[in-house]
């Protein structure tokens, strides 16, 4: 509201100076050359909106119509109206803000509050599909027959040559009985029968919705259901199946016809039996806060979570500073005008910086290796230090491939604001005969921290999901000795909620991964507002 | 619910990003056609089938007389292998996902639980493939893919070294490695201390200890069989040929390294599969591939693993995609096009038995005759971590009995929930 009306005061305000210039995306004068590329750039606009809606509208998905056609409409209006003049500028900003950020975290905190994961993917239709698909065999002993299809106006029926050379036809309804005076073709399938007419191969299979209702129709073999039907997987040979589940829609139940056992539809989004036993298709449900209660009650991970915890914060606030510090000290070093080559040094000192995180993680982890790695080797004589399999050594050895990685940024960071300082201040500082040390603690540190400290936060967030680090380097071993976890010493939250919810191996808890990845969103979240509010102390200092 | 959140979030981003390229098809419907044959006639009914780049052409030749015969349309789009799995759980839900893909047998459990995979009957066909690859692609008592091809990891030997005879039993080839004076008898990838029980399945079974007990259908359940008198002395074993004991089976070697002591003549015998032969002879080292050896008196049964192609559960037109597998890709020429495309051991037999003149294929293909398909049920996910670790520290010097032990109820324990 007020950027509104502040931009009509000010329109206001100069309507009474020259008369205001027309601006080139309304003007006519001339060629009306701003119009046209405006007219072309908002056509192009409306052409990729109309796509998505269109898109949407042919996958059912309402939310994303009712949402692409309120963007569309309000670029429409903002663009071609005199009176939004500001929202010109943030309109396009916003939309990306919207689409790519607030959606994900919205969708985010969507599936935290479901049970979406292995065996709840779909919706419930697919997953009765499902488990009808998987309880229908075909009977063990039962041939190939070479089948047609036919019809008698709507109905579709199955015709068979069985290996009597006799045909049998029937229907969904009718089972199969034998029609003597039909033909047979070299194929071996019935390509006359009296009364039906035989749809040829080429129609069967070409036509979608045809072929649908073939897929479906099961010609029963006689009035005893026990006995199996005939079913088509090509359209060409069939041959008798049995199924063992009946779906009932009305009461949402499937039964085991051989055992009468009814599984139901559980509010879990499972099928589930009176004993317990559950089909293993299910669908997706909300589960309200259960994830999140999971994430801090499972006995099996509230202890080794505590641990990873602890050390998560540890690493962060450790290769923060450690980074940081040498990074200045350095930094320091390198700024003096006395040393020679400084152009070249600083060059070098960024390299590892320039290098890929994954290429380097790897690197460092082939020269950690006890056996054949450098490190032992050149560093430690020889001896058999195992980076990988004992716990202090393998979180020393990830801060210190974290420290090689990062301090180069320090560096960069640190030589600019250096050189930044105002010379005149350190120079007082030395005629008052400040030493050394009073010009860094007093003048220099507070004055770099002032620029470098929004940056620490950042490194600091960044550490905190340092998930490619720690899952090429240490892939987050060695385990917690005593514990049933799979989760290790050198896990990070972030590695944690992967280990946890499965992702990494073959069933997955996305709502699980989902809630967690909150949770550490809220954590870092926290923690940043409140250092951010710190920082802007150190600027009230100035 | 989510299904058209997901949807639409793929159709607007897609939008936003390919400004100007956009056709209208919103959703991600349009995909790269690779093959669109002569459709003679029918009304243009079309399967889309998701491949790797590898069996790319070999499939697009086996389509050509599928769409002449047929009049459809077979539509492939290359995708990579790793991203395969998950592009066909996510997206098959949804509708947008194709009616045929290639897969893992290792695969399957995930997509049987998700609702994805429909059944394919081979009927007498079956018979024509090798027993494992369709017992790898069976799940519960039934079929759900049309098995292409199979590897098996065998134990390779330097035969300028040890000469082309397979030893029997692990104590055999031991004496035999030490004899030929080399630095290391044997080198077996441990995954530089994560542990790598795939490596050492052989090994393992031969003594009895199977990951998963199997019913007699040839299906596992979710029943570990790792526990017991049989993995302990599996255990005490590894214990006793790591850093506690021989130390012939040191944690820190990785892939890279096993390839590279192989190859330097600094080890005369290694476990690897088909993959790494290529390094071998790139490295201009004549070997021999014979079946892993036993080191606990039974047979070494190795994880075999096995590719097919996957039915969409929600294909439209199931009927065509049944056609074109069972009666088009599962024949012998295009098995053959297949191998021709990417040389992997054949599950087809009569090809199998032909390509094996090259004794090295011979080999793998004995080995993996003599394994039992990696499990496919979900729970085999949540077995990794653990058993890797485990074995690591056992050849680390911890406790065989007691490490091993807790590992097994560590894994009941997680299985079961």
């Known amino acids: 509201m007020t950027v509104q009306e502040d931009a009509r005061s000010r329109s206001a305000t100069r309507g009474d100076g020259p008369p205001e210039r027309e601006s080139h995306a309304r003007g006519w004068r001339g060629l009306g050359w701003g119009f046209l590329v405006k007219l072309l750039l908002m056509a192009l606009v409306n052409a990729i909106g109309l796509s998505v809606i269109l898109g949407a509208v042919r996958s059912e998905s309402w939310f994303i119509l009712g949402a692409a056609i309120v963007l569309l409409v309000a670029t429409d209006v903002i663009y071609f109206t005199k009176r939004a003049l500001p929202l010109k500028y943030m309109a396009p900003g916003l939309i990306f803000l919207l689409v790519f950020q607030i959606f994900s975290l919205v969708y985010t905190g969507y599936v935290a509050f479901t049970n979406y994961g292995s065996g709840h993917s779909g919706s419930q239709a697919q997953a009765v599909q499902a488990a009808l698909i998987q309880a229908e065999q075909r009977v063990p002993d039962s041939p190939s027959y070479p089948l047609s299809v036919v019809s008698r106006g709507d109905e579709l029926g199955f015709a068979i040559a069985d290996s009597d050379g006799d045909v049998r036809v029937g229907t969904e309804l009718e089972p199969l009985s034998v029609q003597p005076d039909a033909e047979v073709g070299g194929a071996g399938a019935p390509t006359e029968v009296p009364g039906w007419t035989v749809i040829p191969r080429a129609e069967v299979l070409t036509d979608t919705e045809l072929q649908q209702r073939v897929t479906a129709l099961r010609v029963p073999v006689s009035d005893d259901p026990e006995e199996g039907s005939i079913r088509t997987r090509d359209g060409t040979s069939g041959a008798v199946y049995l199924s063992s589940l009946d779906w009932d829609p009305d009461t949402e139940t499937l039964t085991e016809t051989a055992t009468g056992k009814v599984y139901s539809a559980s509010d879990r989004g499972s099928f589930v039996a009176e004993d317990g036993s559950s089909l293993p298709a299910g669908w997706s449900v909300p589960v309200g806060f259960e994830n999140f209660v999971r994430a801090f009650t499972d006995t099996n991970y509230a202890a080794p979570l505590l641990q990873v915890t602890v050390w998560t914060f540890a690493f962060a606030i450790l290769t923060t500073l450690s980074s940081f510090g040498l990074g200045l000290l350095l930094a320091i070093i390198y700024n003096d005008s006395r040393v020679r080559g400084r152009k070249l040094i600083r060059t070098l000192f960024i390299l590892p910086y320039a290098f890929p995180v994954f290429m380097s993680a790897l690197l460092w982890r082939g020269m950690l290796n006890p056996e054949f790695g450098i490190v032992n080797d050149l560093l ?12 202090t050594l393998a979180r020393f050895a990830v801060l210190w491939v974290n420290l090689w990685l990062s301090f180069p940024y ?20 030395e005629i008052d005969g400040a030493g050394r040390f009073r010009r860094f603690r007093s003048i220099m540190l507070p004055l770099l921290l002032v620029s470098t400290a929004p940056l620490a936060i950042a490194s600091f967030a960044f550490s905190f999901n340092n998930f490619t680090l720690i899952y090429l380097l240490t892939g987050g071993g060695p385990n917690f000795a005593g514990s049933t976890s799979q989760l290790g010493a050198t896990d990070l939250l972030i590695n944690a909620v992967y280990q946890i919810s499965g992702v990494s191996g073959g069933s997955s808890d996305y709502g699980l991964a989902s809630a967690l990845s909150i949770i550490i969103f809220i954590v870092i979240g926290a923690i940043s507002a409140v250092a951010f509010r710190q920082t802007r102390k150190l600027e009230e200092m100035q | 619910m989510r299904k058209h959140l997901g949807l639409g979030a793929l159709a607007v981003t897609s939008a936003m990003l390919l400004v100007g390229c956009s056709s209208g098809g919103g959703g991600g419907t349009s995909a790269p056609e690779a093959s669109e044959g002569g459709g003679t006639g ?72 998700a609702g994805v995979v429909n059944t394919v009957d081979l009927g007498e066909k079956a018979a024509n493939f090798e027993q494992v690859a369709i017992d790898a692609m069976t799940y519960e008592g039934q079929l759900y893919a049309l098995p292409y091809s199979l590897e098996a990891m065998a134990l390779i030997q330097n035969t300028a070294l040890v000469g082309e005879e397979a030893p029997a039993t692990w104590d055999e080839m031991i004496q035999k490695g030490l004899a030929a004076g080399t630095e290391r008898p044997v080198v077996l990838n441990t995954g530089s201390e994560v542990g790598d029980a795939y490596t050492m399945y052989g090994l393992q079974t031969s003594f009895g200890a199977p990951v998963f007990v199997q019913d007699e259908s040839g299906s596992y359940t979710s029943e570990l069989g790792m526990g017991g008198p049989e993995g302990e002395a599996f255990a005490q074993w590894l214990h006793g040929n790591g850093t506690a004991g021989t130390g012939y089976i040191p944690t820190t070697v990785n892939y890279d390294i096993n390839i590279e002591l192989f190859t330097s003549g600094q080890t005369p015998y290694t476990i690897q599969g088909p993959w790494a032969i290529n390094a071998f002879a790139d490295a201009g080292v004549d070997v021999a591939v014979n079946p892993i050896p036993s080191a606990g008196g039974e047979t070494a049964a190795p994880f075999v693993g096995v590719q097919g192609f996957y039915l969409s559960s929600q294909s439209e037109n199931a009927l065509l995609a049944t056609d074109f597998l069972v009666n088009y890709l599962a024949t012998e020429d295009a098995q053959r096009a297949l191998y021709e495309a990417d040389p992997r051991i054949p599950a087809y037999s009569t090809l199998a038995e032909e390509v094996a003149e090259d004794p090295i294929i011979a080999g793998f293909l004995a080995s993996a005759q003599n394994g039992v398909p990696m499990p496919s049920i979900p729970e085999m996910g949540s077995v990794w971590e653990f058993w890797n670790s485990a074995q690591s520290q056992i050849l680390n010097g911890a406790d065989p009995v007691s490490t091993w032990n807790k590992m097994v109820t560590d894994v009941e324990a997680e299985v079961g929930a």
């Open chain 1, 380 to 391: 430690f004589f020889g001896a058999d230090l195992n980076w990988f399999q004992d716990p």
């Open chain 1, 410 to 429: 320090w560096f960069l960071v640190c030589t600019g604001a250096l050189q930044a300082l105002p010379a005149d201040t350190l120079e007082a500082a």
């Open chain 2, 42 to 113: 029918g009304s243009g009914a079309e399967i889309v089938v998701w491949t790797d780049a590898e069996r790319e052409q070999a499939i697009a030749d086996a389509a050509v007389a599928f769409e002449e015969e047929t009049g459809a349309t077979v539509t492939l789009v290359a995708k990579n292998f790793e991203d395969l799995r998950n592009d066909f759980l996510a997206q098959v839900p949804t509708g947008e996902g194709p009616d045929i893909t290639v897969g893992a047998h290792d695969w399957l459990g995930a997509l049987v639980t």
